[in-house]
């Protein structure tokens, strides 16, 4: 059996505790996670996909896990393509895609969907406010898909959620003094 793989793509505007939490219980599952940034084509990010890579980075080297591994240049805002450069560059192909229970329909309408099916399963991550509903299900066996609906249970917080409250305490230890010294995300307290 070949090496089994989670290929972990994120907005990470900015990673957040969840963002911990799902890369700390993916290596108990995986031999190995790769993690990147990626500019999500259906999204407005708050910061330039450096400075998220950065953060994210950042997190995963203070993880200081052997079995979580960062790699910016997997990086596309096309799934489809993230998932042709990991092969490339890993030479496996099996791989699981991680994707939370909020995009999980938006998958049908992804570039390329059709060859995207064909090279991963889905790892689907249960996020509150996005239960996977039996019409959902039935879609993706309509379609053929191969998913798993995870188990792991992760905090109630999302990125846009710290962007609509500042609350330092849902970002990674690692990554507060790096927000606070560059004054990132400082304008989403503003009210328009």
């Not at 060859?115 to 053929?144: A, C, D, H, Q, W």
């Not at 409250?165 to 307290?189: G, R």
Request: glycine share 2%; proline share 4%; with cysteine.
């Amino acid at each position: 059996m070949g090496k089994s793989i989670a290929l972990f793509g994120t907005s990470a505007d900015p990673p957040t505790i969840g963002h911990k939490k799902i890369l700390e219980e993916l290596s108990k599952i995986y031999t190995f996670t790769i993690s990147y940034v990626s500019n999500n084509p259906n999204k407005k990010h708050k910061e330039d996909i450096t400075i998220r890579s950065h953060l994210l980075k950042t997190l995963i080297e203070d993880l200081d896990n052997p079995k979580i591994l960062f790699n910016q240049r997997v990086s596309s805002q096309w799934a489809v393509e993230s998932i042709k450069k990991c092969k490339k560059i890993y030479d496996f192909n099996n791989l699981d895609f991680v994707i939370g229970s909020d995009l999980i329909k938006d998958i049908l309408y992804w570039k390329n969907f059709d060859k995207i099916i064909k090279e991963v399963s889905f790892l689907i991550i249960l996020r509150e406010g996005y239960p996977v509903k039996s019409n959902t299900l039935k879609m993706l066996e309509t379609y053929k898909v191969k998913f798993e609906i995870s188990t792991i249970q992760i905090p109630d917080i999302s990125s846009s959620k710290f962007r609509l409250n500042f609350n330092y305490s849902n970002l990674p230890t690692s990554l507060i003094d790096i927000v606070k010294k560059n004054n990132l995300y400082e304008s989403t307290k503003l009210v328009e």
